[in-house]
């Protein structure tokens, strides 16, 4: 039987990863990593690389040089990195951005794993009773690219896409035609007609970072069985999910998400999946004492 070291690097010595973005000091990618290694007895380091815009080409190929083995890829470098690429993942390239680096026989290998994290937390928390109705999502920028091609790929039967500047979400439809996509103005009043019949609403906006709120949104007429979904993980609890389950509908923040998609580039990597369920944990208590003491 092959051990998860002995799949992943056979000469035993440690091998390296990292993430690059500008900022990049604030992620919690290396401690995630680095509880997936334990976890699995691979002898690895994780590293935060800060990256300029201007440095990017000459990072990721001085970078390789020096033998990191892979990279994550995060805010602003993840649609620049993709065309650096030599190959892409089918989803990187639908989803236009590439989040996860992977270097094979001298070859720059990009993935997109976001998709594939939303969807699993989004099953892992909810279920699938988001499956069979109409999906609302709100916010047309990079994050919302990657939750249309999870809930189109997993066959949503209709998904709205909401946005303050309506021609951005009539953009972002016509370029996922296989999809049934609906653009629509962010208003109260259109919405309102919407939200009845949604099971899934998903904000990939940046309202709520910093305590926003969502006033065209009234999320009591939102099914009993409804799901809210915040992409945003820090804070945890945001207005909207406060609200979610003020009127008794499932919650849930984006602090799964972000675990299952480096779990994803942890396995593109190494070959092996890791347990996912008890790193969140780890992160989420750490959350919670830290907001806290804020």
Known sequence: MVTAVETWHPGGETAVYGIIGDPVKHSLSPWMHRLFAQQLGIDMVYVPFPVMAADLPKALKGLAAAGVLGLNVTVP???????????????????????????????????????????????????????????????????????????????????????????RAEKLAA??????????????QILARILPQTLLLVNTSALGLYGESHPELDLESLPNHGNVYDIVY?????????????????????????????????????????????????????????????
């Open 175 to 188: 370029e996922f035609p296989q999809f049934p996509l609906h653009p629509l103005p962010l208003e109260r």
């Open 234 to 294: 820090n804070p945890l609890e945001t207005p909207l999910l406060r609200a979610a389950r003020q009127y008794g509908r499932v919650a849930i923040d984006g602090l799964g998400m972000l675990v299952e998609q480096g779990a994803e580039s942890f396995r593109i990597w190494t070959g092996v999946l890791p347990q996912t369920q008890t790193v969140e944990d780890t992160l989420r208590r750490w959350l919670q004492t830290r907001n806290k003491s804020l």
């Open 77 to 167: 470098h993840k649609e620049s990195t993709k065309i650096l690429m030599d190959e892409l993942s089918p989803a990187a390239a639908q989803i236009g951005a590439v989040n996860t680096v992977h270097y094979a026989a001298g070859r720059f290998m990009g993935d997109n794993t976001d998709a594939v994290g939303f969807q699993r937390a989004l099953e892992r928390h909810a279920g699938d009773n988001w499956r069979s109705g109409p999906v609302l999502i709100i916010g047309a920028g990079g994050a919302a690219r990657a939750i249309i091609y999870a809930l189109g790929t997993a066959g949503c039967p209709a998904i709205y896409v909401a946005n303050r500047h309506a021609e």
